[in-house]
């Protein structure tokens, strides 16, 4: 993702996830939590732990400190409409750097 406006967007979208676990998890109707989620999270928060832009090593740092805490499954997910770009920059860069750091660990798909 590269500027700002792209990273509110794909925010907006994602803006329940800091308090998925804590304040909507009972919650079923979906447009209550998109409600609240509107009026209780700002955008900073959701956007503060995400790995953003185009430095592999970024994205490196946050899944490798993911595996050496004992993660045994991660799933990749990318705001930005260009999933294609997404799979590709991760396929060339990003999964071959987080092998060379934390060897076997890595988890297979």
């Known amino acids: 993702m590269g500027d700002r406006k792209e990273l509110d967007e794909a925010a907006k979208l994602w803006r329940f996830g800091p308090e998925a676990w804590?304040?909507?998890?009972?919650?079923?109707?979906?447009?209550?939590?998109?409600?609240?989620?509107?009026?209780?999270?700002?955008?900073?928060?959701?956007?503060?732990?995400?790995?953003?832009?185009?430095?592999?090593?970024?994205?490196v740092k946050v899944l490798s400190d993911l595996v050496n805490s004992g993660a045994t499954g991660v799933h990749i997910h990318s705001g930005q409409q260009d999933q294609r770009k997404v799979i590709d920059f991760y396929g060339k860069e990003v999964l071959p750097s987080l092998q060379a750091h934390v060897g076997n660990r890595v988890l297979h798909p």
Do not use: C
Request: no cysteine.
């Open 22 to 59: 804590k304040s909507y998890f009972n919650v079923r109707d979906p447009k209550t939590i998109q409600q609240r989620a509107d009026a209780e999270v700002p955008l900073e928060k959701v956007i503060e732990g995400w790995p953003v832009g185009t430095d592999p090593e970024v994205h």
